[in-house]
């Protein structure tokens, strides 16, 4: 594909990242919920499950977004954005 000069040379969607990031805040998560549960520690492991439900919640998130295309993945086949100029943007038009 040839290079319009608009797009960044090797710019990607960091999703899988996130998502490997957000697996690894889940199972950690459950992992101290569950050692702080079994030495009586109500506070701590009610806080490690709040950790693990956001994380759980941002994996779904990531997984929505991978699955709707490339929108939010672009790929290499995928032609790059131009970037909007004043009058698409709202701004009032000079004359």
Do not use: K, N
Not at 3 to 10: A, D, H, K, L
Not at 25 to 33: D, S
Not at 49 to 75: E, K
Request: glycine share 10%; aromatic share 8%; net charge positive.
């Amino acid at each position: 594909m040839r290079r319009t000069g608009y797009e960044p040379t090797q710019a990607r969607s960091p999703l899988r990242l996130r998502l490997g990031l957000a697996v690894c805040g889940l199972v950690w998560g459950i992992a101290a919920a569950i050692g702080f549960a079994a030495y009586d520690q109500p506070g701590w492991a009610g806080f490690c499950a709040a950790i693990a439900a956001v994380a759980a919640a941002d994996c779904l998130i990531v997984v929505r977004h991978m699955r709707q295309g490339p929108h939010y993945q672009p790929g290499r086949d995928i032609p790059p954005y131009r970037p909007a100029d004043e009058r698409d943007r709202g701004a009032p038009r000079r004359r």
